[in-house]
C-alpha cells in the first residue's frame, strides 16, 4: 500500500516561507506524476503545482507562480514545495497526491481527481 507522509506545515507571517515535504513508500518513485493542491474550508480542493517525467515537466498554479517550487528527490522518494512570499491567501490545508505517469497527461494533471494516491494533509496559515 503506498504512503504519502506529509511535513513541514505551520504558522509564519505574510511575506515568510515554508518547505514543505512528502515522503513517498513507493520503489519506483521516478515513474510517477508528482503534485500538491491545497483546499480551504467549504472549497474545493485546488491544484498549486505538478512535477512530471522530467525537471522539465513542472506546472504551477497563476496564483503560486514565481512565488512556489516544486521539487522531487527521486534517490529519497520525496517531493517538496518550497514557499516563498507567502500571502493570508495561500492559508489551506496543502496536500501531496502521486499518480503512475503513464495514467496521466498533460491535460489533466491539474485535476485532484486524476491522482491515486495522498498524504494527509498539513496546514498552512499565513498571518497579516
Do not use: H
Not at 513507493?26 to 515513474?31: E, L, M, R, W
Not at 506524476?33 to 474550508?41: I, K, M, Y
Not at 528527490?73 to 496543502?94: C, G, H, I, R, W
Amino acid at each position: 500500500q503506498v504512503q504519502l507522509d506529509e511535513s513541514g506545515g505551520g504558522l509564519v507571517q505574510a511575506g515568510g516561507s515554508l518547505r514543505l515535504s512528502c515522503a513517498a513508500s513507493i520503489q519506483t518513485f521516478s515513474s510517477y506524476v508528482v503534485g500538491w493542491f491545497r483546499q480551504t474550508t467549504g472549497k474545493e480542493r485546488e491544484f498549486v503545482a505538478a512535477l512530471g517525467w522530467s525537471s522539465g515537466n513542472v506546472y504551477y498554479a497563476d496564483s503560486v507562480k514565481g512565488r512556489f517550487t516544486i521539487s522531487r528527490d527521486n534517490a529519497k522518494s520525496t517531493m517538496y514545495l518550497e514557499m516563498n512570499s507567502l500571502k493570508p491567501e495561500d492559508t489551506a490545508v496543502y496536500y501531496c497526491a502521486a499518480v503512475q505517469a503513464r495514467k496521466i497527461t498533460v491535460t489533466t494533471l491539474r485535476y485532484s481527481t486524476k491522482y491515486d494516491y495522498w498524504g494527509q494533509g498539513t496546514q498552512v496559515t499565513v498571518s497579516e
